[in-house]
């Protein structure tokens, strides 16, 4: 059985994007899309995250850090490509 090709990506987010569950939401929306990796909080007020998996949902997940959860405000998204680990789960940090 072939398997898939793996990317990997960091994403960190800035705006209010802290104070309203957008770790819980990252990692919810990280799980019903397969991927692994972690999402946390930085000193700064933005949130960091890893994303690991298929390059369609890793893509999938990029774009939601766009927007995040409902009470969000995303002012800017920076994307870069890292190596892949051979994360397993994903988890809030």
Known sequence: MRTPERI???VVVRGLVQGVL??????RQALDA???GWVRNEHDGS????????PDSVDQLVR???DGPRNAIVEEVDVAETD????????VR
């Open 34 to 36: 397969g991927l692994e």
């Open 47 to 54: 949130v960091r995250a890893l994303f690991e998996g298929p």
């Open 22 to 27: 957008f770790r819980d939401a990252c990692r």
């Open 64 to 66: 939601w850090m766009h």
């Open 8 to 10: 990997a990506r960091v």
């Open 84 to 91: 892949v680990a051979g994360l397993s789960g994903f988890s």
